[in-house]
């Protein structure tokens, strides 16, 4: 079975800190991706990555980076966290065109 | 890029009744995929539809994809109770693997 893991299943940050989500898959995939969920809105793609080192911008970069050392380990970074960074993300790797998630991270920022 | 409309966003339902989730794009899709998220759970993969007219059955699920590739529904025959979540439909760009998602339709069930 495909694994794949979040560092913290709830977190809770101040507005202006660094935050790191950082997600491990066991699969060696190649595609990892980075998504947040909020009510009424699905999921949406914020950044994903085909290779180590490698990565994209997707629907809603802003306001977010991410780091892939390497090729199990993705993560997302909050540069200075915002009220409006609060939701559930949900990472992913695939294999051909399908998606594996892992738990997700409850973030608030306060 | 591909944008593909779910409905309805939510739906109650008796438990025992069907329940019916349509998914729509303007444009050709390639694939259609669906996912299904437990409350408090991450979405889990159901199934993938290629072709024209595809349909593809998982005991009392039902997954469809419209002769044009441009619509998609999902039908749960006699909902259960563990039939409960949101249901997202997912498409794929050709060559990509980056998928974009619908929406989602929450089912719920009245017991």
């Known amino acids: 079975d495909v694994k794949v893991t979040q560092s913290s299943r709830y977190l809770v940050k101040r507005t202006g800190e660094k935050v790191f989500l950082e997600c491990v898959q066991d699969?060696?995939?190649?595609?990892m991706f980075w998504y947040r969920q909020d009510p009424g809105l699905g999921l949406r793609l914020i950044y994903f990555s085909y290779d180590v080192k490698m990565k994209e911008k997707g629907d809603i970069p802003e306001g977010y980076s991410v780091s892939r050392e390497k090729k199990e380990r993705f993560s997302l970074i909050l540069e200075s966290a915002s009220t409006n960074q609060t939701s559930m993300y949900l990472c992913?790797?695939?294999?051909?065109?399908?998606?594996?998630f892992g738990p997700g991270t409850r973030l608030t920022v306060l | 890029g591909q944008q593909v409309m779910q409905i309805p966003q939510y739906q109650h339902v008796q438990e025992g009744e069907d329940f019916t989730t349509y998914c729509n794009s303007s444009?050709?899709?390639?694939?259609i995929q669906w996912y299904k998220q437990r409350p408090g759970g991450h979405p889990v993969f159901l199934i993938q539809l290629v072709k024209s007219g595809e349909v593809k059955k998982q005991k009392r699920l039902t997954f469809q994809f419209g002769e044009a590739k441009k619509n998609s529904s999902l039908h749960i025959t006699a909902t259960q109770t563990t039939d409960v979540g949101t249901y997202f439909c997912?498409?794929?760009?050709?060559?990509?693997?980056?998928?974009?998602f619908g929406t989602g339709t929450r089912l719920t069930i009245i017991p």
């Open positions: 444009t050709t899709l390639s694939n």
């Open positions: 992913a790797s695939s294999l051909k065109d399908t998606q594996y």
């Open positions: 997912a498409t794929s760009s050709f060559g990509n693997e980056k998928l974009t």
């Open positions: 699969m060696d995939h190649e595609n």
